[in-house]
T-cell receptor, first 112, second 113 residues
Framework: AQSVTQLGSHVSVSEGALVLLRCNYS??????LFWYVQYPNQGLQLLLK??????LVKGINGFEAEFKKSETSFHLTKPSAHMSDAAEYFC??????????FGRGTSLIVHP | DGGITQSPKYLFRKEGQNVTLSCEQN?????MYWYRQDPGQGLRLIYY???????QKGDIAEGYSVSREKKESFPLTVTSAQKNPTAFYLC????????????FGDGTRLSIL
């Protein structure tokens, strides 16, 4: 069975500050991992994905995530937050089943 | 451009009424999914379909029904048996096979009158 835990339902940062959104997974098989972003009243858009190649994955809009097997983590980071980054972020894991498991989401708030 | 179209964007249902949410994709994806999104609960899988004329229940299928008569279409009916239908509904699709990222529509927000 798979599970995905996103630590913190809300994360607040100042514009220009580091963004760190945490995701831990549990999977009985090597997982594929995804981060999605959702803007209000819209669907989810794929930010980046880990597919067992490089452990540091770069995505769109300056985001990146690092797969750490020993910590079962796939945290999302961005060096400098922009107001337009304010959104809901979802981590997802896909293991032996092609149905992904989603975390509950983290709302990123960016203060001017 | 290829993508997923969900309609309508907003939908209102009266008590005891069935309503159908439309989902159409032109990505030539085999697999399609319906999710329900409630505040603070993430995405919960309602139904999914891997191929035409076949679909499976997800985690919260009670009170919902689907059909998959065409590869590009996967409509969701919210029946009167669904007692708490107010939510944001998302349709997604993916290439068939394990570990594929999903592509999402822009959602339909359903409210009760």
């Amino acid at each position: 069975a798979q599970s995905v835990t996103q630590l913190g339902s809300h994360v607040s940062v100042s514009e220009g500050a580091l963004v760190l959104l945490r995701c831990n997974y549990s999977s009985s098989v090597p997982p594929y991992l995804f981060w999605y972003v959702q803007y209000p009243n819209q669907g989810l858009q794929l930010l980046l994905k880990y597919t067992s190649a490089a452990t540091l994955v770069k995505g769109i809009n300056g985001f990146e995530a690092e797969f750490k097997k020993s910590e079962t983590s796939f945290h999302l980071t961005k060096p400098s937050a922009h107001m337009s980054d304010a959104a809901e972020y979802f981590c997802a894991s896909s293991g032996g089943s092609y149905i992904p498991t989603f975390g509950r989401g983290t709302s990123l708030i960016v203060h001017p | 451009d290829g993508g997923i179209t969900q309609s309508p964007k907003y939908l209102f249902r009266k008590e005891g009424q069935n309503v159908t949410l439309s989902c159409e994709q032109n990505l030539n994806h085999d697999a399609m999914y319906w999710y329900r999104q409630d505040p603070g609960q993430g995405l919960r899988l309602i139904y999914y379909s891997q191929i035409v004329n076949d679909f499976q229940k997800g985690d919260i299928a009670e009170g919902y029904s689907v059909s998959r008569e065409k590869k590009e279409s996967f409509p969701l009916t919210v029946t009167s048996a669904q007692k708490n239908p107010t939510a944001f509904y998302l349709c997604a699709s993916s290439i068939e096979g394990n570990r594929r990222p999903q592509h999402f529509g822009d959602g339909t927000r359903l409210s009760i009158l």
